[in-house]
């Protein structure tokens, strides 16, 4: 194949590569490398000695000093528009009652739901922002923000309007979730099948019909939807078009995560409580495991999720902040990192896999996020770090040096 280095918009020297295409197995290391841009995707990577003769003048050059790319880092499970928050439930915790406990008494995400339908498009869009900022000045590029806290036809769709509004205010890609089958609102309350057909009839048409959302997830748990009732969502999904995810699993084995195999998921999400049968399903749909460690250690968790089945069946494993008000109110991907490491005891590399492309994957996004490689989008971050494990072992100095995305730099 022919180098067109002419058509080079921007060239990284004098840094190491961390393309993150060899899944978990390696960090797809090219140190001493290269990297050039052309019309936001990746032009060419390699060894520096291996660079073609480019022009010097006209073209951008970043000298890396050294230092470290990764793809843009991928959160591929997120909750950030929401309205208020829940530090009063944090403190009823503390004094000793459950999250399961609280939600049943009427708090927990229906607590939220009051907040968020208060709420207009521009308080929902002003409280999510800077959880979105901070996400994004940690190198978070690309990241999934699902709705769940409207509960009704019109909240939930102001939901995703804001979210796709995030999108407009920084340079980051948005994959939009409808997630109307988070918990039973209120006037539902002893209808939940009543509840679950507004989801399937009405909600999931009007959404797909206007482009609101690219996929649709629910909460199948005892707190929130039955198999049955999720199989239901799932199959309106489907009429329509869109993909499918689920939380499963995260407090109690329902075979959420089996059902959702059934209907070829992008992911199931949680699954602290998923057993080897559903840990073969994911591996035949080609699933991927999303894990959540801001969840368990908020909510004190103690069954850790299978990872030891996840590396046996090969299912891969994306790591998210979860970030929402009641489990996971954490808008940090370097502590997710951290976390999935000291928690999970996953290794470093599994955990930057796991934020860049498994956690594309669980997006649908495998072909052009979350790997340095050729054709892809030049969503780049540049690390002042000597090697990538230090992304996984130190939080709380922001290490991230330059960020670009679609070959624009933005930080
Ligand atoms: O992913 N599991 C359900 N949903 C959220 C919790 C939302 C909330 O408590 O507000 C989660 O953990
Ligand atoms: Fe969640």
Known sequence: MTINSSAWQTLFINVNLATMTDGANSYGAIENGALAISDGKIAWLGKACDLPIYDQESL??????????????????????????????????LEGKSYQEIANAGGGIVSTVSATRKASEAELLASALPRLTALHHQGVTTLEIKSGYGLDTIN???????????????????????????????????????YVELVCNEMIPLIAEDKLADAVDVFCESIGFSVEQTERVFTAAQKYGLPVKVHAEQLSNLGGTALAA?????????????????IKAMKEAGMTAVLLPGAFYF?????????????????????ATDANPGSSPINNIQLMLNMACTLFRLTPVEALAGVT???????????????????????IALWNIDR????????????????????QKVI
């Open 60 to 93: 951008n050059i970043i000298d890396g000093l050294g230092k470290w790319l990764t793809p843009g880092l991928v959160d591929c499970h997120t909750h950030l528009v929401y309205g208020g928050n829940r530090a009063n439930e944090f403190e009823m915790r």
């Open 156 to 194: 939930e769709i102001k939901m995703l309007k804001v979210a796709g509004q995030l999108a407009e205010q920084l340079p980051v890609t948005i994959k939009r979730t409808f997630l109307g089958a988070h918990a039973l609102p209120v006037e539902y309350k002893d209808k939940p099948n009543d």
């Open 262 to 278: 059934k209907y070829n998921a992008l992911s199931s999400d949680h699954i602290e409580f998923l057993d080897e049968a559903g």
């Open 299 to 319: 909510l004190r968790e103690t069954q850790l999720p299978p990872m030891d089945l996840l590396r046996k069946y090969a299912v891969p494993m994306a790591i």
């Open 357 to 379: 492309c498994h956690g594309a994957k669980a997006l649908g996004l495998s072909k052009s996020k979350g790997q340095l490689s050729l054709g892809f989008d030049a969503d």
């Open 388 to 407: 990538p494990a230090e992304l996984c072992y130190q939080f709380g100095v922001n290490p991230l040096n330059e960020l670009f995305v679609a070959g």
